[in-house]
């Protein structure tokens, strides 16, 4: 049986996204409501039971950073919502931003107030245009109905929202680059630590998480952290958003606990390979993911589980790639994303980058020279160890379990 | 604001109003600003780049730097609509470069360039986040998904 839920895609084509009223009709800020009759540690002490793992690529314990949120003592503090998905062949985050966007708005008020905020920023894509309207809609219609705003439901708890647009920039998806930017700045990364839970937004104590992090906060606050830890395998609860492209018939947003084969995803889910084809190689976590053979399929889609086999789950995408494509037609568009998106402020990465293409580029035109192989491991292990965040640290990722898993350069007695 | 060296060439209020809007935010107004006002005029011409600067206390090679930084901000002319072509990986997957030719055929243009009439710009784009919908490309707010080289004719009026 495929391990299928419905629980954060439950109102997405279901009912009008520009409507409180239909929100407010299907459960909405219930969870809020209930989350103002509890102390915040209570709160924070769910999330912990329901060991929600972060939805936005790095797998970060949200119970954990919420806690450490919460115990800062310096004023103000602020909650962000980290809107501004990017990675390649994710595009999960923007089914919640346009189907549900009110759910948004609700976690983001029941995360400031576990955590002690009064001020939430939530920094939308700019090539999001649709979610942001909606977005900014829904932000104005909760404020004129006293969803946010002062002293909601007569308590202490103030909050409010502002919405930044992202202005084209992969690396700004990064959480201190997004800061930096909301500040009218480059976007760029900045050395870790200190973390942004002690200095993050204009250098206060900040929660930041994804979209769909927190899509998961209301149910758990109604149901109970415990109930959360009920769905799916213990290690990995909750429901997951996979986003599935490339050669499938049925390309688009599945949800299902993380128990979820990937073979259920493509073949039962997706609808399979068009074409009477057969699957080649399957990209899963995007750009900074990794690349499985199809007698892998029988993996789990689990962040643990992907991780024994040496593959990590990142964002979640999925992207099936049949046995007519040529991989390095992919690689090539793979290291021209990270030559083009690194930001340059550390030249492990902005060098890196840049060799690690033309390597590529070359090889893909069939001009194989000796020693490229050990070439572009030196840099991707340089990269990985030396760059100053992730973008650099995953920027050889796909390239390197590419080489591992196929046999895509000649041997080096053959050149 | 007495100083009146700007040779504004758009509509000066409508510029003075946003920036006015954004000013007590100082620089964490800069990227909404700067966002706002190019939706009004298409690009940042040297002189928004000085009057935002002035007003939100941001040094000029700053508000360059910002500008140069991300691809969505522009600093030179651009056509009126811009055409974002996706040719990441699953838009490749399912045509991109197909329909990537088309465009360049019908605009008789490559990327990075405007149409002599002024009225578009073609860019080529990583991932826009609609693989779903691949090969896809937006035109403008627009996102047109499944495209074919048929559809890019329809798309540009050019049949
Ligand atoms: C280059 C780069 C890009 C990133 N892009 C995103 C993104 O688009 N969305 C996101 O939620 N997290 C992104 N992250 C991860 C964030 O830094 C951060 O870990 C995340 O927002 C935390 O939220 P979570 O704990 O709820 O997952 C990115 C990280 C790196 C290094
Ligand atoms: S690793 Fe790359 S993207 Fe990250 S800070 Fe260094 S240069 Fe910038
Ligand atoms: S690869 Fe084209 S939209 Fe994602």
């Not at chain 1, 793992?53 to 949120?69: D, L, N, Y």
């Not at chain 1, 920023?121 to 977005?135: I, M, Q, W």
């Not at chain 1, 502002?162 to 900045?190: D, H, M, W």
């Not at chain 2, 920036?19 to 600003?33: D, I, N, S």
Request: with cysteine; glycine share 10%; aromatic share 8%.
């Amino acid at each position: 049986m495929v391990p299928r839920t419905n629980i954060l895609g439950k109102r997405v084509g279901k009912i009008d996204p520009g409507s409180l009223p239909a929100y407010v009709a299907s459960g909405g800020f219930l969870a809020l409501r209930k989350a103002l009759t509890l102390q915040p540690e209570e709160i924070v002490h769910e999330i912990m039971a329901a060991h929600l793992i972060g939805r936005g690529g790095a797998a970060f314990s949200a119970g954990f950073k919420w806690a450490a949120v919460r115990r800062e003592t310096a004023r103000p503090k602020y909650v962000v919502c980290n809107a501004d998905e990017s990675e390649p062949g994710t595009f999960k985050d923007r089914y919640l931003l346009e189907g549900d966007p009110f759910r948004i708005v609700e976690a983001m008020a029941i995360s400031a107030y576990a955590v002690g905020a009064n001020r939430g920023f939530l920094y939308v894509r700019g090539e999001y245009p649709l979610a942001y309207k909606r977005l900014a809609h829904a932000v104005a219609e909760s404020r004129r109905a006293g969803y946010l705003g002062l002293n909601l439901w007569n308590t202490e708890f103030c909050f409010d929202i502002e919405i930044y647009r992202g202005a084209g920039a992969y690396v700004c998806g990064e959480e201190t680059a997004l800061f930096e930017s909301i500040e009218g700045r480059r976007g760029q990364p900045r050395l870790k630590p200190p973390f942004p839970t002690t200095n993050g937004l204009f250098g206060q104590p900040t929660l930041i998480n994804n979209v769909e992090t927190l899509a998961n906060v209301p149910d758990i606050v109604l149901n109970g952290g415990q109930w959360y830890r009920t769905l799916g395998p213990l290690t990995n609860p909750g429901p997951k958003l996979y986003a599935v492209s490339g050669h499938v018939r049925k390309p688009g947003v599945y949800e299902a606990t993380m128990d979820l084969t990937l073979q259920e995803l493509i073949y039962e889910l997706a609808g399979g390979i068009p074409g009477g084809r057969r699957v080649q190689a399957v990209l899963v976590g995007g750009a900074a993911g990794t690349f499985l053979r199809p007698d892998q399929l029988d993996v789990a889609l689990g962040f643990d589980t992907l991780r024994t086999i040496g593959a990590t789950l990142g964002s979640g995408a999925v992207m099936v790639l049949d046995d007519s494509v040529d991989l390095w037609n992919v690689l090539r568009r793979v290291t021209r994303f990270f030559q083009h998106e690194s930001c340059g402020k550390c030249f492990p990465c902005q060098l890196g980058t840049q060799r690690q293409a033309e390597i590529v580029t070359r090889l893909a035109a069939g001009n194989v020279h000796p020693g490229d192989g050990a070439a572009l491991t030196d840099i991707g292990l340089t990269m990985r160890d030396a760059s100053i965040c992730g973008l650099g640290q995953m920027a050889s990722s796909a390239l390197l379990s590419a080489f591992s898993q196929f046999s895509l350069l000649p041997r080096e007695d053959e050149l | 604001m007495t100083e009146t060296t700007e040779t504004f060439t758009y509509d000066y209020p409508a510029i003075e109003a946003i920036v006015t809007r954004h000013e007590a935010k100082g620089r964490a107004g800069l990227l909404p600003c700067l966002q706002e006002i190019q939706a009004f005029t298409g690009w940042l011409t040297p002189d928004i780049c000085q009057l935002v600067g002035r007003r939100l206390d941001v040094p000029l090679a700053d508000i360059y730097g910002v500008i140069d930084f991300y691809t969505l901000l522009y600093r030179e002319p651009v056509g009126k609509t811009i055409i974002r072509v996706c040719d990441d990986m699953a838009c490749y997957l399912n045509g991109s470069e197909e329909v990537l030719s088309s465009f360049k055929k019908w605009l008789g243009i490559g990327p990075g360039e405007t149409t002599p009439d002024g009225k578009y710009t073609l860019e080529v784009h990583p991932c826009l986040g609609y693989c779903d919908l691949a090969p896809m490309a937006m035109m403008g707010d627009d996102v047109h998904g499944h495209l074919t080289p048929d559809k890019v004719a329809d798309l540009l009026e050019v049949k």
